[in-house]
């Protein structure tokens, strides 16, 4: 097996997520999004499956998801732009008929795109994924939930508008603090604020907490080093509407210049509570 190059925890969480674009069979895309990487492993049997997990909004009446999953040979010889030589994004396009998991609860914005067989090709072919999957360990941690503050510098990775850098296929990566507590219910619903802005393209952009150069220990001092655990999922935004009363929204999915850009004055997004990615877990190994 070839060994990979231990990437900085930024450069890997900027390779955790993938650029989403919906539509019909046989025409041209109408809808963007942001996805992640993310594996589940059966313990029994230790089978791996891979998924992108996004919005059930991001796919709703599509028919199709567009979306480019980048390898090469080796991960271990970079160009001067960071990537590694002889990267070949491959363009697939997905039937989602039969590909997607979605939470049971209609209050849960969460699903889950099988992409396990596309995976397997590249990695048979002798190739290496560009590219982090993430999976539940890297939520917060028993001994992690009690530090967790109020006010927590977070950090948001996706495609707000569907901007991205095509040339290197990276997304945009932005740094913001917890607007609610991470892990409290805002409003009684499985939810929390962050203080980011969120355009048509954010949705399922993940949401992780981001403490660097230095990281708070269990025994209430700090040690050098940088700490990331995933806390959500950003769904939607806080928007006045014209009578100026304050409403939650789901952030628009449409490519179409027609759409308006949602009136975030506040820039507050919405932020599915990250541990709800368990429930997903039990749905595609049952007893999980």
Aim: proline share 7%.
């Amino acid at each position: 097996m070839k060994t990979q190059k231990q990437l900085p925890p930024e450069n890997a969480l900027v390779r955790s997520t993938v650029r989403l674009l919906t539509g019909e069979q046989a025409a041209p895309p109408t809808g963007v999004g942001t996805g992640f990487f993310y594996k589940v492993t059966n313990p029994s049997t230790n089978v791996v499956k891979i998924f992108i997990v996004t919005n059930k909004h991001v796919v709703r009446g599509a028919e199709v998801v567009h979306f480019v999953l980048p390898y090469a040979k080796s991960l271990n010889e970079e160009e001067s732009s960071w990537q590694p030589k002889g990267r070949v994004d491959s363009p697939i396009v997905l039937p989602l008929s039969g590909n997607v998991i979605s939470h049971p609860s209609e209050e849960i914005d969460l699903c889950a795109i099988d992409i396990t067989k596309f995976v397997g090709v590249v990695l048979n072919s002798g190739h290496q994924l560009r590219c982090m999957i993430i999976d539940s360990t890297w939520l917060p941690k028993e001994e992690d939930i009690e530090l967790v503050r109020d006010i927590e510098q977070v950090l948001v990775i996706g495609y707000p508008t569907g901007l991205w850098d095509d040339h290197n296929n990276m997304p945009i990566a932005r740094v913001g603090t917890s607007a609610t507590h991470p892990l409290a219910l805002y409003k009684n619903q499985a939810n929390f604020l962050i203080d980011v802005s969120a355009f048509p393209g954010s949705s399922g952009s993940p949401v992780f907490t981001y403490e660097a150069p230095l990281f708070r220990t269990s025994s209430g001092g700090s040690t050098p080093g940088t700490k990331i655990q995933f806390i959500g999922v950003v769904w939607g935004v806080i928007e006045h509407d014209v009578k100026g009363e304050m409403k939650q929204i789901e952030i628009p999915s449409s490519l179409s210049p027609a759409v308006p850009v949602i009136k975030s004055s506040l820039n507050l997004a919405i932020a599915l509570h990250g541990k709800k990615i368990r429930d997903l877990d039990s749905l595609i190994f049952d007893g999980l």
